[in-house]
């Protein structure tokens, strides 16, 4: 069954820490990519989302994503948190089946202190 | 303007009582979305529509689960007979197009407890 790991659950940083979330899924076929992001008390919202092209993906907040195909992953990156990113961050998977399926890992509670 | 919304944000519900959940997703988004997220866990897929129709149901745990779109705007998520099991938090999502690359909008959720 396809699927999405993310390693770690919970990660504490200090302010400046660079930042790394790791994400794997299992699936050989061809994917969108996606990091949403769950601020306290708001809704989920996207992050950054990959489907083609550069596999080093921008997105909002100064955060980036690295798509490696080999690997099966799709890193989240930042090179300085602040207190604001304090979130639960979630990988999803959306594999071209026919079908419309999105696939979500468990989500990483990152904390920041100030 | 205005964002996914869904109601009741809270319910709870005796082992056996059926419910329905509804979602009001962004006025012209053609695809809708219902997730269940369990407890520490990530959103898990129930069940998608295009417009009105039901293109995707696999994700829905049993036949006492049902969604209905019937004008292809506001849903509704169902579930008969409610089980311990069943207590999570239900999600809708909507995005613009059918195209699995498009943002989805989530809304704030429905937290379900079933006693």
């Known amino acids: 069954a396809q699927s999405v790991s993310q390693h770690n659950h919970h990660v504490i940083l200090s302010e400046a820490a660079s930042l790394e979330l790791g994400c794997n899924y299992s699936y050989g076929g061809t994917v969108n990519l996606f990091w949403y992001v769950q601020y306290p008390g708001q809704h989920l919202q996207l992050l950054l989302k990959?489907?083609?092209?550069?596999?080093l993906v921008k997105g909002i907040k100064g955060f980036e994503a690295e798509f490696i195909k080999s690997k099966f992953s799709f890193n989240l990156r930042k090179p300085s948190v602040q207190w604001s990113d304090t979130a639960e961050y979630f990988c999803?998977?959306?594999?071209?089946?026919?079908?419309?399926?999105?696939?979500f890992g468990a989500g990483t509670r990152l904390f920041v202190k100030a | 303007g205005a964002g996914v919304s869904q109601s009741p944000r809270y319910k709870v519900a005796k082992r056996g009582q059926d419910v329905a959940l509804r979602c009001d997703p962004i006025s012209g988004h053609v695809s809708l979305f219902w997730y269940q997220q369990a407890l520490g866990q990530g959103p898990e897929f129930l069940t998608y529509?295009?417009?009105?129709?039901?293109?995707?149901k696999s994700g829905l745990p049993s036949d006492r689960f049902f969604a209905e779109r019937p004008e292809g705007s506001v849903s509704t998520l169902k579930i008969q007979r409610t089980q311990q099991e069943d207590s999570a938090v239900y999600l809708c999502a909507s995005s613009w197009s059918g195209n699995q690359r498009d943002e989805q909008f989530f809304g704030p959720g429905t937290r379900l407890t079933v006693l």
């Open positions: 990959y489907f083609s092209g550069d596999p």
């Open positions: 529509f295009q417009n009105e129709a039901q293109l995707d």
């Open positions: 999803a998977v959306s594999p071209y089946t026919g079908g419309f399926k999105t696939i």
